[in-house]
């Protein structure tokens, strides 16, 4: 192996590319070591640089001071540490970093993340006046705006899109639900090709979305059809494997855990609903009809459905 190669390995577990050069040509140097002005001769590194990096490499553990060269007016002498022992040393440090994070993690995770939670909601003011009025009884109620965009100028189709993440506070599987707006030039609602057509492709983009929001291989979207408030619309029915439930990082432990769980093959996580009113295409999934009742009530009553 060339000896660039060494030095692009050393880079590799953390030192600088000047580090890696020195104590490389101190590795070489054996248990003799360097006086600076050989490291100088043997490295393209200025002399004044040399200084700084030597003490870095001995407070990493890489090199020792080894005493002084009589022959070269008593200047100090450098020698590697075993490269063996800096390894293990190396190890052990990045073992005990570990550690760290993870008792961090353990104490400290939540907290910030509900901090962090606390400080992406988005205000009613902050989204458009069209969806106000649908989300209003939402706020009222404790639930939480986490993602807002608009989308428009879509190529080649007339339409706008709000995409929007809504967090319901008594959901405990999904306690992310989604909420999409599809507004029209023209009533989506009548022209069934084009309904047919978002329909196939929300529920293309939902199992590519899920799958990998979720770090899952595998999910079920059955197709049926669901009633809210005495109108019906057409569903999926979102399924995914106990196996890849299990290894997810989305799902709680808790959920993991449940014995009922176990039993079946596929897990029923929630359900997607569409929603075509006049010029408008709602889309939305959530855990529960429940959950999914208390989004769709609000635009039931502005529609006037």
Known sequence: MREDNFVELLENIGLTHNQSLIYFTLIKAG????????????????????????????DLGCIIEGGYAEKSKNAAIYIAEKPINFINHLLQKKREE??????????????????FQEGIDITLDQIDPILREYFKPLIMSGWKIQSYV??????????????????????????????????????????????????QSLKRKTKEMKSYFFDIKQIQLLDEKV???????????????????????????????????????????????????????????????????????????????
């Open 98 to 115: 570990i550690n760290h994070l993870q008792k961090f993690k353990e104490t400290n995770a939540k907290s910030l993340q509900n901090i």
């Open 227 to 305: 009633e809210f408030f005495n109108n019906t619309f057409p569903s999926f029915k979102m399924r995914i494997k106990i196996t890849d439930l299990k290894n997810s990082k989305y799902f709680s432990d808790e959920l993991k855990e449940d014995t009922n769980v176990k039993s079946d093959h596929y897990f029923e996580i929630g359900k997607a609903v569409i929603m075509p009113i006049k010029n408008k295409l709602f889309y939305f999934w959530a855990e529960s009809n429940q959950i999914l009742s208390e989004i769709i009530e609000p635009i039931i009553k502005i529609e006037n459905l």
């Open 150 to 199: 608009k989308r428009n100028n879509i190529p080649m189709f007339d339409y706008e899109v709000f995409d929007c993440m809504l967090y319901a506070p008594h959901a405990s599987i999904l306690k992310d639900c989604s909420f999409h707006l599809f507004t029209f030039g023209y009533d989506i609602q009548s022209d069934k090709n084009a309904l047919e057509f978002f329909t």
């Open 31 to 58: 248990r003799n070591g360097s006086i600076v002005r050989d490291l100088d001769h043997a490295t393209d590194i200025k002399r004044t640089n040399i200084y700084p990096i030597l003490h870095e490499l001995i």
